[in-house]
Antibody, heavy 126, light 108 residues
Framework: EVQLVESGGGLVKAGGSLRLSCAAS????????MNWVRQAPGKGLEWVSS????????FYADTLKGRFTISRDNAKNSLYLQMDSLTAEDTAVYYC???????????????????WGQGTLVTVSS | EIVLTQSPGTLSLSPGERATLSCRAS???????LAWYQQKPGQAPRLLIY???SRATGIPDRFSGSGSGTDFTLTISRLEPEDLAVYHC?????????FGGGTKVEIK
């Protein structure tokens, strides 16, 4: 089955760090742009970050202020999100998402999301 | 940043009825780069529509998307009980990628 499986979420204290992982199953990650999208409890969806196929282009939501780092290891068919200096406002379910046919320029990746993982919950205690 | 406003906030209809969901952008969405997602309770979102009107693989033809510029619509022609969900629109023409606040569809 084609799927994305996230891991690494959990409870962390404000100011702490977490590293999320996303494993791709039965498809080759390297042929897709990849992204992280989050959803705070009872709230809407918020784009977090995107990375192009070869990691040439990387983009973040301005609200993250340089605290998060997206990366990928195509050899391991995996995507990552390093989250530092966490605050209570980062509490959310984090989804790994795949983007088909979207392309990237130096300004943006024009990505929509055709496959979503089940999500991993990150809870930041203050 | 392009702000997407979805209306109504909640839509309550009976099975078989037609549902019309609106997504209005604060500025023109380039090349109709707009997608719609369905999120059922306790589940991850699922892609329904991309490019404003192209149905994703496996999506029933009772779901259709239309619109351009700043006004987009998702139509569910004949509601079924399993369509109970929150529907989100997303624009991907301009950075940052943004989502609307969602429309909740309730089944009477």
């Amino acid at each position: 089955e084609v799927q994305l499986v996230e891991s690494g979420g959990g409870l962390v204290k404000a100011g702490g760090s977490l590293r999320l992982s996303c494993a791709a199953s039965t498809f080759t990650l390297s042929t897709y742009n990849m992204n992280w999208v989050r959803q705070a409890p009872g709230k809407g969806l918020e784009w977090v970050s995107s990375i192009s196929r070869s990691s040439s282009f990387i983009f973040y939501a301005d609200t993250l202020k340089g605290r998060f780092t997206i990366s990928r290891d195509n050899a391991k068919n995996s995507l990552y999100l390093q989250m530092d200096s966490l605050t209570a406002e980062d509490t959310a379910v984090y989804y790994c998402t795949r983007s088909p046919a979207g392309y990237c320029t130096s300004n943006s990746c024009q990505n929509w999301f055709d496959l979503w993982g089940q999500g991993t919950l990150v809870t930041v205690s203050s | 940043e392009i702000v997407l406003t979805q209306s109504p906030g909640t839509l309550s209809l009976s099975p078989g009825e037609r549902a019309t969901l609106s997504c209005r952008a604060s500025q023109s969405v380039s090349s109709s780069y707009l997608a719609w997602y369905q999120q059922k309770p306790g589940q991850a979102p699922r892609l329904l529509i991309y490019g404003a009107s192209s149905r994703a693989t496996g999506i029933p033809d009772r779901f259709s998307g239309s619109g351009s510029g700043t006004d987009f619509t998702l139509t569910i022609s004949r509601l079924e009980p399993e369509d109970l969900a929150v529907y989100h629109c997303q624009q991907y023409g301009t950075s940052p990628l943004t989502f609307g606040g969602g429309t909740k569809v309730e089944i009477k």
